[in-house]
């Protein structure tokens, strides 16, 4: 009883401030640098935030910084003593502001009532969960979406992703991850949008609005989370959590754009990296916090730490000890603590002592409360539990029929000679071989752990639906060994090819064998680098042994980064990247083997030849030396035995037809460097027998700038579709804001000069031309 009148009081205040400012206007709030406590009144939810405010204890408000990971079973008894009964009783006096990794209408009912219904103010928690690429109904993992290059398709996938987890009671995801990376040996290249930054704004656009929608306050709607500001992905080696060390113009060129893309889209959250930067630690860093993210680009949402990342500034040899880790963080920008307890444990008394200011504690509460009040959280906090809703929704037809078809724009046929595909639909004898083809687990990927095990559609049950040929099928060999699990190291199996006979008896009986091979779905994502990019364990052997009996192989590759399979593109005559696709992987893969879709996805990221070539990518800078000036020389920038080029170039994806380009025109509209505008057209025809989908891509090169240009950037694509013998003329426009780049401050500029433009299929397009700005 006594809350509940706190409560009705508490309403009244808030409706009498509000009335207040309205009445009575202020100033506009600060930048987030500001030391200065001012009201503001930006909007009604700015005047709804500051009225709470100014009803919350310092202990309250710092409450509202502090996440925890779920601690105990919520519908069993309350913990009595320890962690688990520490963090329950923060929960009853309003301490905790946000828990992850709870989920389930029921779960999240129970410690909701207990946020809303025991503490003092009743302030609602927002529930977070790692919703990378979908809850329950698995899309295809983030980089097989971007091979499909549709942004349509991408953001269908985030509203789904979204509908299942705010169906379970979650309001927040931790995606989209949008960091760039160029070197496959990093495992969370699958979690991403690969190597380029145009492509990868992009689809940070798409998944942003997937997840958030038009109306945040929706409850199918959840908030999104830009991460990791910024540069995990060009950890040293490739291996994670390592060092960042990188020039600015790789920051602001390459890594910042899909950041600054959220943030115009409206992203809710940021989440910061585990990598230091400029040897300040990510989480600590002033820089990124505050003077990009929250100054220059006027971002008004909240940024989170990782897991831990807090008190890993010890490690880092930045902090000495956990109490001036909060206050470097806390300074720096990080509004809310994941699991490293210390701005609960610190902060209050960092502020009485005068370490941090009280108005940097409200700036980061306020930003928090901000998003709770945009997620509709205060007008019912009980909005995303809805049992009802959540037995409909999740696993739905609809959107099992939506990840259906991502999954098939995500496959990226590499090769295809002999015209092996597609399979014929009857008539032939079909070896199947490959622990993964009847794999149910893999599938689903890395960071699918709202999933439940064994749930996707098998190779081999995807292929048994076409009943006209023969279907054999036989393992081979496995990958692993032991049972596969998130915070496990995957053991593979490196020795074991006593079922290899068996494939081998199929093999010789068949008119075509498809091999499926691989990665298992948790050798690649977070903490799972790898220092060699081949088919794992004994499958290259199976493939040797199995070209030897019958040399019309198509190698379907299951995987979560880019490999490096020389052999395979010399031998093979089929090639299809299959990645991992999710729940309806094998109904999309059998799809396009026989025909019924026309593949027509393209390389997000480069595939190497070999490992040595990584860090590799498309957009690389010219050099000094670049071209061989005697085949006897040496002296020029080239490996002594391997070729410079890749395997497969970033956009490489062909069709079951073909695709012609003609007349490159480029159109001067005005050459001006103040107000450029380029026009550039050309004519796609399908030369082939089918009807086909075509990525079209235009590239730029800046021929001579203050600051050295990449040979190549992608500046603008579009995706057509085209029956047998149909021509379309294919317009794209380069003005401002693609001709220029970031120089080392930051400053967007564009210099005269001469530029080339590339038109094509692939980023190894040949057919190009040229312009000159004023």
């Known amino acids: 009883m006594r809350n509940k009148i706190f409560i009705i009081i508490a309403i009244a205040l808030l409706t009498l401030t509000a009335s ?67 963090k329950y009783e923060h929960l009853r006096k309003g301490w905790v502001g946000s828990m992850l990794n709870v989920r389930g209408v029921e779960e ?96 940070a656009i798409a998944r942003v609005k997937g997840f958030q929608g038009e109306d945040l306050s929706k409850n199918n709607t959840i908030a999104a989370c830009a991460k990791h500001f910024a540069g995990y992905g060009f950890a040293e080696a490739g291996r994670d959590y390592n060092t960042v060390d990188i020039g600015t113009s790789t920051l602001h060129n390459i890594i910042f754009p899909p950041f600054k893309a959220a943030t115009q889209a409206g992203v809710k959250t940021f989440m910061n990296a585990f990598n230091e930067l400029n040897g300040i630690p990510a989480t600590g860093n002033k820089f990124l916090q505050r003077d990009i993210l929250k100054d220059a680009w006027n971002f008004d949402g909240f940024m989170v730490s990782d897991w831990g990342s807090i008190t890993e500034m ?28 210390l701005y609960v444990e610190h902060l209050a008394s960092l502020v009485q002592e005068g370490s941090v200011q009280e108005s940097t504690i409200n700036d980061a509460v306020r930003r928090i409360l901000k ?44 090769k295809n000679e002999k015209q ?55 393992k081979g060999a496995d990958v692993s060994v032991g049972k596969t699990a998130f915070i496990k190291k995957v053991k593979i ?70 490999l490096a399979i020389n052999w395979a593109d010399k031998h093979v005559p089929a090639i299809v990247e299959a990645w991992h696709l999710g729940s309806q992987s094998g109904h999309a893969i059998a799809q396009v083997l026989y025909g019924d879709y026309n593949p027509s996805g393209k390389l997000p990221m480069t595939f190497p030849r070999h490992i040595g070539q990584t860090p590799m990518y498309y957009n690389y800078k010219n050099t000094g030396r670049p071209v061989e000036p005697d085949p006897d020389v040496v002296f020029w920038s080239h490996y002594s035995d391997q070729k410079n080029s890749p395997l497969y170039a970033f956009g490489h994806g062909l069709s079951y037809t073909t695709f012609a380009y003609e007349h490159l025109e480029v159109i001067p509209v005005n050459t001006s460097h103040k107000a450029p505008k380029i026009e550039v057209a050309v004519n796609v025809t399908n030369s082939g027998d089918c009807e086909g989908k075509e990525v ?76 000159e700005i004023q």
Request: aromatic residues 8%; contains cysteine; proline residues 4%.
């Open 493 to 562: 199996n490196a020795t074991d090819t006593s079922e290899f006979n068996e494939a081998l008896k199929a093999a010789q009986q068949a008119d075509v064998v498809v091999m499926v091979l691989g990665e298992v779905g948790f050798q690649s994502g977070e903490g799972r680098s790898r220092t060699e990019l081949d088919l794992p364990g004994v499958q290259q052997e199976l493939l040797e042994e199995v070209y030897k009996v019958n040399k019309n192989i198509v190698l379907i590759l299951n995987n979560g980064r880019p």
């Open 314 to 341: 010890i490690a880092h040899g930045h902090a000495k000890d956990g109490k001036t880790a909060a206050e470097i963080a806390v300074k720096a920008g990080s509004d809310m603590d994941m699991e490293s307890y």
């Open 371 to 414: 998003v709770k009040y945009e997620l509709g959280l205060f007008d019912d906090p009980y909005r995303y539990c809805n049992k009802e809703r959540e037995r409909t929704v999740i696993g739905s037809k609809a959107n099992q029929e939506a990840v259906l078809d991502i999954a098939k724009k995500s496959i990226v046929l590499l």
């Open 420 to 474: 092996l595909l597609p399979l014929k639909k009857e008539g032939q004898k079909i070896a199947l071989i490959g622990a993964l083809a009847s794999d149910k687990n893999s599938p689903l990927g890395s960071w699918r752990i709202g999933a439940d095990d064994d749930t996707a559609v098998s190779v081999l049950e995807g292929m048994q639906e076409y009943k006209g040929n023969t279907l054999m099928y036989a």
């Open 108 to 203: 999240v009912l129970s410690v909701q009532k207990i946020a809303v219904e025991e503490s003092r103010l009743g302030i609602p928690l927002i529930i977070g969960f790692d919703v990378i690429h979908g809850y329950k109904t698995m899309s295809p993992i983030p980089l097989a979406e971007a091979a499909s290059w549709d942004l349509q398709a991408i953001q269908k996938s985030a509203e789904v992703a979204a509908d299942e987890a705010s169906a379970a009671g979650i309001n927040w995801t931790f995606a989209p991850m949008v960091d760039i990376s160029r070197d496959a040996r990093w495992g969370r290249v699958m979690e991403g949008a690969g190597e380029d930054p145009f492509l990868g704004a992009k689809i």
């Open 696 to 771: 079209v891509q235009l590239y730029i090169r800046d021929l001579f700038a203050s600051i050295t240009r990449p040979v190549k950037e992608l500046k603008g694509f579009e995706m057509i579709s085209l029956q047998p013998g149909e021509k379309k003329k294919v317009r794209f426009v380069l003005d401002s804001t693609t001709l220029g780049f970031y120089d080392n401050d930051g400053h967007w500029v564009l210099e005269p000069g001469e530029f080339n433009v590339f038109v094509g299929g692939s980023s190894d397009t040949t057919i190009k031309s040229n312009f």
């Open 20 to 86: 207040f400012v309205q009445t009575h206007p202020v100033s506009k709030r600060p930048s987030s640098s500001s030391n200065t406590d001012v009201i503001s009144i930006d909007s009604d939810v700015d005047r709804k935030v500051d009225s709470l405010l100014s009803l919350m204890t310092l202990e309250e408000k710092i409450g509202q910084m502090n996440q925890y990971n779920g601690f105990w079973d919520v519908t069993g008894p309350k913990p009595k003593d320890g962690m688990a009964a520490k």
